[in-house]
C-alpha cells in the first residue's frame, strides 16, 4: 500500500474504491447485462462458530472451479446482527439474506442465484410472525425497525481491508479536520451539539469530557479506549471490533487532536480474539496509508496507537481501574476526583471512552451534530447498541433510536418469547442494572427513563427472562457475579456484597426468614452509599430492583419454601403427574432410596418427598415422561 | 536449571528472557509479559515470577499480585486443552449450569479442575459474548454453541481420541 501524503490522495483512494463497493448499498439498480454479485459472509464470533469459515472456504473453492472470478465476488464482514439465522451471508446487489448456510448449499446458491438469478427460497427468512417469506434484508421484521449508526459498516464491508471502509466516507472527516486545521474547540462543539453521552453505560456528556481534557495543560496526554467490555450479556463492542475497527481508530484520532495527545491505547479483552485479530490488522494497515503514525496526511499532526489486553478482570472497565490495568498493575479504582481528564494515565490527562461512543464519532462530525441530534429523545440523543439474549427469538444485535419502548425491540424486532411462554422481566445494564418487570414494557427507553425504573442503560445488554426464570435466582447470580469481580479495595464492596449473596443463598436454598428482606434491603443502601467506585454502588441494583417487582417471589421462597419458577434446586419437589403415570414401576425399582411407592397397573405412583434425594433417577428413567421437578 | 519444570524447559527459559528483553524498555509492560510467559510454559509457577520480577526490577509481591488478580492467569499447570463454560447472564438463562454439570460428569472432576491426564482443564468464565449462542463453551480457541448437556459426551471424545494420537 502506497502512502496518502494528503487530503486529494484520500479522496482519489476513495474514488476508485467505491466503484467497487457501491453495489452493496441500497438503492443500486441491477444492471441486467453485467450481473456481477458481491456475497458478504458474516464473519464475527456467532456465525464463525457455526462455521461460516467453511461456507467462505467452500464458496471461494466452487468460484475458482467454475471460473466466476469475474462476476462473483467473496468477501468476509462483520456481524451482521441476527446471530440466532447464523451462518448467514447477503448477496448484493438484490441483497437476498440467507440464513443457515452450510457448505452443502454452496452449488445451489451458484447454480440457482448467480447463474439464473433466482433465489434459493429454502434459504431466506419465513417470518414466524406472519409465515410470509422475507427475502431482503430490508423485508425482515429483525431489521425494519433498526437505524444503524454505529454499525452502520458492520456487515457492510470488510473489516480486513482498510479502503473498503474508505470507501464509505471512511477517514474523510479526520482528513478534512487535519488538511483545514480545524481549531479542536469547534470540533469540540460540533460534538458537544450532537448530545451524544458516553455508551459504556453511566451516559457521561461526550463532547464536555472531551473539553474537559482538552483543557488541562500538558505536553504529554493520552486516548483510551475501553473495549473491555465485561458486562454479561453485552457483546456490542465486540461486534463493532469485529465489523468496523477503523471507525473507533479514526474516532480516537481525532480525540488525540481535539486533547492534544500523542498516544492512544486501545484496552481490549483477551477472551475477544477475533476482535483483537482484526484491531491488529486494522492499525498495521492505517500505518501503511499514513493514517497513523508521524505526519499524518502530511498535515505534520502524529498519533501513535497501541493495543493492551485485557486479562480478565470485570473491575478494569470502570476507568481509573483500566488505567491501572493499561499500566500493567492491578486494575484497582481509585476514588474521583482528580478525574482522569486531570490525572490520568502515568498521572497525565487522559480522554477515556468506550467503543461504541467512539464508532459514532466520525458520522458525527461528517453529517453535523445537529443531524445526530435530530435522533432520539430530549434526554438521549441518537441510537442505542443493544443485546437481545435469553428467551427471546431473535437473539442478536440491534440498534435503534433512543425512545424505542422495550415492546417494540423485544416484541417487533426481538420476535417475542419462543415457545409461547409467558415474558416475566427484561434484565438492563447487566449487574449493573435492574430487572424491568412486563408492566413496564412500554416505557420509552433513555438514560432518565431507565433509571426511573430502577435499571440502568449500562452498556446495552437486554436478556430477556420468562416464566422460567426465578428472580430472585437472578438475582444471586448477579452477586455471586459482583462479589467475585470485586477488587476487594474497599469494605462495602468486599464483605457487603458477600454478606448480600449469603443472604441470597439462603432464601435461594430454602432457610430463608422474612426479616431477611428488611436486612436485604439495608445493606443494598449501605454498599450503594459508602462504595468506591461504580461496581460497588451499582453491585445491590438486580437485588432491590427484584425486590420491588418480585417481592412475591421472594416471599414464595421463604414462607411457602416453593421456587415458583422451579429453578432454586434447594426447593424442587419431584412429582409423579396423575393424569401420565402408567404405573409401569420403574420408578419405584430405580430409586436409590426407596422413596417411591405404588401398585402396579393402577396409577398412580407417588413419591414420599420427606425421603426423596432429588437425585433425579426417576425422571431419566420414565418411559413416558411424567415425572417432573417443580 | 533445578526447577520441576524440568530439563527440556530450558529452552522455555530461553524463551522468557527474549520476551523481558522485548518488552523491559517500555513502561508498564508486565501483564504483557506474563501473558507471554504463560503462553511459554502454560501457567506461571512461583519460579517464573520470581525470574520476571528479578529482571524488571519489580517486588515480587507486585508480580505475585498481577498474577492473583487477573483471571487469564493461572499458577498452576493446566491441561492441553481448556474448556472454558462461559457462565453470562443470557448463557446462565438458557441452562450453561447443565451443561457444566454434564461436563464435569463426563470428564470426573469439579470446575477449576484437570484432569488426571492433564488432557483437559475446565474452568467457568465471564460472558464472551457470544450471546446469540447461548450456552456457549470454548475449548482452547474453539466456540460450541447452542449446547445442551446431550452434546457434551462427542465434543469431548473429539479431543479424547486427539489428545491420545499426540500423547508420547
Known amino acids: 500500500m502506497k502512502k496518502l501524503k494528503s487530503l486529494d490522495d484520500l479522496r482519489k483512494l476513495q474514488e476508485e474504491t467505491y466503484q467497487a463497493i457501491k453495489l452493496r448499498l441500497s438503492g443500486t439498480p441491477l444492471e441486467e447485462n453485467l450481473p456481477l454479485y458481491h456475497i458478504l459472509v458474516c464473519s464475527g464470533t456467532g456465525c464463525t462458530s457455526s462455521r461460516s469459515h467453511q461456507v467462505r472456504a467452500r464458496l471461494e473453492e466452487e468460484i475458482r472451479k467454475r471460473r466466476l472470478g469475474e462476476r462473483v465476488k467473496v468477501f468476509k464482514t462483520g456481524c451482521f446482527g441476527f446471530c440466532k439465522m447464523g451462518p448467514v451471508m447477503v448477496v448484493h446487489p438484490d441483497r437476498t439474506f440467507y440464513i443457515h448456510v452450510q457448505p452443502e448449499d454452496v452449488d445451489e446458491i451458484l447454480d440457482s442465484h448467480m447463474a439464473h438469478g433466482k433465489v434459493v427460497e429454502r434459504l431466506l427468512y419465513h417470518s414466524p410472525r406472519t409465515g410470509q417469506l422475507q427475502r431482503t434484508m430490508d423485508e425482515i421484521d429483525f431489521f425494519r425497525k433498526q437505524l444503524r449508526i454505529a454499525l452502520r459498516n458492520c456487515g457492510v464491508i470488510n473489516p480486513e481491508d482498510i479502503t473498503e471502509y474508505i470507501a464509505l466516507d471512511g477517514y474523510r472527516a479526520l482528513g478534512e479536520i487535519l488538511t483545514r486545521r480545524t481549531p479542536p474547540q469547534e470540533i469540540i462543539e460540533e460534538v458537544k451539539k450532537s448530545g451524544l453521552r458516553g455508551r459504556g453505560g453511566a451516559g457521561f456528556p461526550t463532547g464536555l469530557k472531551w473539553e474537559y481534557a482538552a483543557g488541562y495543560p500538558g505536553d504529554t496526554k493520552y486516548v483510551l479506549c475501553n473495549a473491555d467490555e465485561g458486562d454479561p450479556g453485552a457483546f456490542m463492542d465486540r461486534s463493532i471490533l469485529e465489523g468496523d475497527p477503523h471507525s473507533v481508530l479514526e474516532a480516537m484520532i481525532i480525540a488525540g487532536y481535539c486533547i492534544g495527545a500523542r498516544q492512544g491505547y486501545i484496552y481490549v479483552r483477551a477472551e475477544y480474539p477475533i476482535a483483537v485479530q482484526r484491531l491488529e490488522i486494522a492499525i498495521d494497515q492505517a500505518r501503511q496509508l499514513g493514517l497513523l503514525g508521524d505526519n499524518i496526511l502530511g498535515s505534520g499532526f502524529a498519533f501513535h496507537l497501541d493495543i493492551r489486553l485485557g486479562a480478565g478482570a470485570f473491575v478494569c472497565g470502570e476507568e481509573t481501574a483500566l488505567i491501572q490495568s493499561v499500566m500493567g498493575l492491578r486494575g484497582e479504582p481509585r476514588p474521583r476526583p482528580p478525574f482522569p481528564a486531570e490525572v490520568g494515565l502515568w498521572e497525565k490527562p487522559t480522554l477515556n471512552n468506550n467503543v461504541e461512543t467512539f464508532a459514532n464519532i466520525p458520522v458525527i462530525l461528517r453529517r453535523g451534530g445537529e443531524w445526530y441530534a435530530g435522533i432520539g429523545t430530549p434526554d438521549s440523543k441518537g441510537t442505542k447498541v443493544f443485546a437481545l439474549a435469553g428467551q427471546i427469538v431473535n437473539t442478536g444485535l440491534i440498534e435503534v433510536p433512543m425512545g424505542t419502548t422495550l415492546r417494540e425491540i423485544i416484541y417487533d424486532i426481538g420476535g417475542g418469547i419462543p415457545e409461547g411462554r409467558a415474558f416475566k422481566a427484561v434484565q438492563t445494564g447487566g449487574p449493573s442494572g435492574g430487572s424491568i418487570p412486563a408492566a413496564h414494557l412500554d416505557t420509552r427507553i433513555d438514560f432518565k427513563s431507565l433509571a426511573e425504573i430502577g435499571s440502568m442503560m449500562g452498556s446495552g445488554g437486554l436478556i430477556v427472562m420468562d416464566e422460567t426464570d426465578c428472580m430472585v435466582d437472578i438475582a444471586r447470580f448477579y452477586l455471586e457475579f459482583t462479589q467475585d469481580e470485586s477488587c476487594g479495595k474497599c469494605v462495602p464492596c468486599r464483605v457487603g456484597t458477600k454478606r448480600l449473596l449469603e443472604i441470597l443463598e439462603r432464601i435461594t436454598a430454602g432457610k430463608g426468614e422474612m426479616e431477611d428482606l428488611q436486612l436485604l434491603e439495608d445493606l443494598c443502601h449501605d454498599i450503594k452509599d459508602a462504595s468506591l467506585c461504580g461496581l460497588g454502588q451499582t453491585a445491590p441494583n438486580p437485588v432491590l430492583s427484584t425486590l420491588e417487582y418480585f417481592r412475591h417471589e421472594y416471599i414464595a421462597h421463604i414462607k411457602e419454601k416453593r421456587c415458583p419458577a422451579g429453578v432454586c434446586h434447594g426447593l424442587l419437589r419431584v412429582i409423579i403427574s396423575d393424569e401420565k403415570c402408567i404405573a409401569c414401576g420403574i420408578c419405584a425399582r430405580i430409586c436409590p432410596v426407596n422413596a417411591i411407592s405404588g401398585e402396579r397397573k393402577k396409577p398412580p405412583y407417588h413419591i414420599h418427598q420427606d425421603i426423596c434425594i432429588k437425585c433425579g433417577a426417576c425422571i431419566a428413567k420414565c418411559p413416558v415422561e411424567a415425572i417432573y421437578k417443580r | ?168
Request: charged share 20%; aromatic share 8%; with cysteine.
Open chain 2, 1 to 168: 536449571m533445578g526447577s520441576p519444570l524440568g530439563q527440556a524447559a530450558a529452552e522455555n527459559w530461553r524463551r522468557l528472557d527474549e520476551i523481558i528483553d522485548y518488552y523491559k524498555q517500555q513502561p508498564g509492560m508486565l501483564i504483557r509479559v506474563l501473558q507471554k510467559a504463560q503462553e511459554v510454559f502454560g501457567y506461571l509457577p512461583p519460579e517464573v515470577q520470581t525470574h520476571i520480577a528479578d529482571r524488571l526490577q519489580l517486588p515480587v509481591s507486585t508480580v505475585n499480585g498481577v498474577v492473583t488478580f487477573y483471571s487469564l492467569f493461572s499458577q498452576e499447570a493446566t491441561g492441553k486443552y481448556t474448556i472454558s463454560v462461559c457462565l453470562g447472564t443470557a448463557c446462565y438463562v438458557k441452562g450453561a449450569m447443565e451443561v457444566l454439570r454434564a461436563i464435569e460428569e463426563e470428564l470426573h472432576i469439579k470446575a477449576g479442575e484437570t484432569t488426571l491426564d492433564r488432557l483437559f482443564t475446565l474452568k467457568p468464565t465471564r460472558c464472551i459474548g457470544a450471546c446469540g449462542l447461548a450456552p456457549v463453551i470454548t475449548i482452547n480457541e474453539e466456540v460450541y454453541g447452542r449446547l445442551t448437556p446431550a452434546d457434551i459426551p462427542s465434543i469431548l471424545y473429539k479431543y479424547q481420541k486427539a489428545g491420545r494420537k499426540t500423547a508420547p
